[in-house]
């Protein structure tokens, strides 16, 4: 019998990338206060985001639910971006990104309540941004896409037009690596295909 999977992130793309690999999730959104977490390591911070969602959801899941905690930031230049506080500062971030690159950072924490064990991975995609005129960034902007995103932009979406290329894997781009994913539930000789619905 499959194994509940429970994912604490109200991310429609998070949900989707794991039913396209063949995982029905329970989606239980963990209301953890983000900004409340500050660090200066992007890998550190996204682990500890995704850490933090995890355990929120703990106490509202069966023991032998999987839960999955997700976060991403974006490193840019000397910044850590999570998502933007308005119109105004995805503007600005999307000015300065333009014809820049930055690496997207996406914290991933597998918890397996039953064995009492967890697992804290980050994944990190270099991404290379377009040079977009301010025409493009003010509708882009428009769309709200932006705004309920880390680095105020998405690979799946929108956003898509305006990033040349990426380096490494676009799930970590879009929120959850499905080969770390892959990976993690070994650790927890777990395997993935047992998981399919």
Not at 96 to 104: A, D, V
Not at 138 to 155: D, M
Not at 160 to 188: C, H, K, Q, W, Y
Request: proline share 6%; net charge negative.
């Amino acid at each position: 019998m499959t194994r509940p999977f429970v994912l604490a992130s109200q991310s429609p793309a998070r949900r989707e990338l794991l039913k396209a690999a063949g995982i029905e999730p329970q989606v239980i959104v963990s209301g953890v206060d983000e900004s409340r977490v500050m660090g200066e390591d992007p890998a550190e911070l996204a682990n500890a985001l995704a850490e933090m969602k995890a355990e929120a959801v703990l106490n509202l899941v069966s023991p032998e639910s999987l839960v999955l905690g997700c976060d991403s930031v974006l490193h840019f230049g000397r910044e850590i971006l999570g998502k933007p506080e308005g119109p105004e500062e995805a503007t600005s971030r999307w000015k300065r990104m333009r014809g820049n690159s930055g690496t997207l950072w996406t914290g991933h924490c597998l918890i397996d309540p039953a064995a009492d064990r967890r697992v804290v991975r980050a994944s990190g995609t270099v991404v290379h941004f377009a040079e977009v005129a301010d025409e493009e960034i003010a509708a882009y902007v428009a769309t709200g896409e932006p705004l309920h995103v880390a680095g105020s932009f998405t690979l799946d979406g929108y956003g898509s037009a305006f990033i040349d290329r990426i380096e490494g894997d676009p799930g970590t781009v879009i929120g959850l690596s499905m080969p770390l994913l892959r990976n993690m539930l070994g650790e927890l000789e777990i395997p993935l295909h047992g998981l399919w619905s």
